[in-house]
Nanobody, 124 residues
Framework: QVQFVESGGGLVQAGGSLRLSCVAS????????MGWYRQAPGKERELVAG????????NYADSVKGRFSISRDNAKNTVYLQMNSLKPEDTAVYYC?????????????????WGQGTQVTVFS
């Protein structure tokens, strides 16, 4: 079973930047689609961004397009989320996970397990 360890969250002023990291273990990372997700208080968990196994295809939620960038380093079993121009509405716990294919990135309810996530808080 794949395990995820997210890090890099913090408290940042609106307009600032953060870079999140997620290290995955327990399965061939280079063959996996990876996604970043977030859950704000009182809201459902949602897709933020996804990336194909080779990194050539990415997918973003409309709310973060042009501000966030997902990337991966298969040699380090790590996926990153560069977050720029942060807004208070980006405040959430951020998680990573590995859907079977790119087409299932948004199928949040299907994931068996999650890491502990990393808290991002943006203040104005």
């Amino acid at each position: 079973q794949v395990q995820f360890v997210e890090s890099g969250g913090g408290l940042v002023q609106a307009g600032g930047s953060l870079r999140l990291s997620c290290v995955a273990s327990g399965s061939p990372f280079s063959m996996k689609v990876m996604g970043w997700y977030r859950q704000a208080p009182g809201k459902e968990r949602e897709l933020v961004a996804g990336i194909s196994s080779g990194g050539g295809t990415t997918n973003y939620a409309d709310s973060v397009k042009g501000r966030f960038s997902i990337s991966r380093d298969n040699a380090k079993n790590t996926v990153y989320l560069q977050m720029n121009s942060l807004k208070p509405e980006d405040t959430a716990v951020y998680y990573c996970n590995a859907p079977p294919v790119m087409g299932l990135l948004r199928n949040v309810a299907s994931f068996r397990s999650w890491g502990q996530g990393t808290q991002v808080t943006v203040f104005s």
